[in-house]
Every structure is written in structure tokens, then in C-alpha cells.
């Protein structure tokens, strides 16, 4: 489905990479929202766990979560937007792809977070 896409604007005289190039850009762009989103996700998540974190009430959070996510998905559904912003439409399998990508940085960024802070001190009890 791909190659005939790629076949019409070859025939229209717009190059096949121009709008490769333009597919490309638009998953960076996506890749870049959701990393953002999941970097705020694991930052909050590092003290407290992941589960415990999102049970928390935080308005800021669930409005700058919701509105980027809605922001993004107007992008990417209304066509005069993305002309706008100069972006192609993205299949569901690439923004899958990108989102899932992201899910595994919030989790190595969780599992990671233990090594940063280095040892734990011995507990000590108190009759000693």
C-alpha cells in the first residue's frame, strides 16, 4: 500500500523521498511527544513507584498528559493541522512502534534508577 503511495506522487512529479522524508519527521515528532510525556511519567514514578505515583491526584499532571496527548492526536487526525505543521499521516503500526519504544524507556528509566542512587547504607538496629 505503501509503494503505491509512493508510486501516485512519483507520478504527480513530487519525489518519493519528500514524502518519506515528511513520514520520518512526523514519527520524530510523535517520538518526541511521547518521550517527553514518558520521562515526566518515570520522574514521577521514581520515589514512589510507578502504580503508587499514577494513584496520586496531581491535576497538573493529568491535564499536561491529556492535553498533549489530545493536541497530538488533532495533528494527526485533521488533515488541514498537519499541513499546517507539515506532517504526513502516520500508520497505527508506526505510532504503536513509537509509543511502545517509549513504554520500555519509562521502564528501563524505573529499573535504572535504583543503580543511579548507588548503595543503600546497612540498616542498623538499635541496640547496636
Same mark, same amino acid.
Given at each position: 500500500?505503501?509503494? =503505491? ?5 512519483? *507520478? ?8 518519506? =522524508?515528511? &513520514? *520520518? &519527521? %512526523? +514519527?520524530?515528532?510523535?517520538? +518526541? ?10 520522574? #514521577?514514578?521514581?520515589?514512589? @513507584?510507578? $502504580? #503508587?505515583? /499514577? #494513584? ?5 499532571? $493529568? %491535564?499536561? /498528559? @491529556? @492535553? ?7 495533528? /494527526? ?12 499521516? /502516520?500508520? $497505527? ?5 513509537? =509509543?511502545?519504544? %517509549? ?6 528509566? +524505573? +529499573?535504572?534508577?535504583?543503580? &543511579?542512587? @548507588?548503595?543503600?547504607?546497612? =540498616? %542498623?538496629?538499635?541496640?547496636?
Amino acid at each position: 500500500m505503501r509503494a =503505491a503511495g509512493n508510486a501516485s506522487r512519483i *507520478h504527480r512529479g513530487v519525489p518519493a523521498r519528500v514524502g518519506m =522524508a515528511q &513520514a *520520518h &519527521a %512526523t +514519527l520524530a515528532f510523535c517520538g +518526541l511527544v511521547f518521550g517527553s510525556l514518558g520521562l515526566i511519567v518515570a520522574s #514521577r514514578a521514581r520515589s514512589a @513507584g510507578l $502504580w #503508587r505515583s /499514577l #494513584r496520586v491526584p496531581n491535576p497538573a499532571f $493529568w %491535564t499536561v /498528559l @491529556g @492535553g498533549a496527548s489530545a493536541v497530538l492526536a488533532l495533528l /494527526l487526525v485533521l488533515a488541514p493541522l498537519r499541513m499546517l505543521f507539515r506532517l504526513s499521516p /502516520l500508520h $497505527w503500526d508506526d505510532l504503536a512502534i513509537s =509509543a511502545g519504544l %517509549t513504554a520500555v524507556l519509562v521502564v528501563a528509566l +524505573l +529499573l535504572a534508577a535504583p543503580l &543511579a542512587r @548507588g548503595p543503600r547504607a546497612p =540498616a %542498623t538496629s538499635p541496640g547496636t
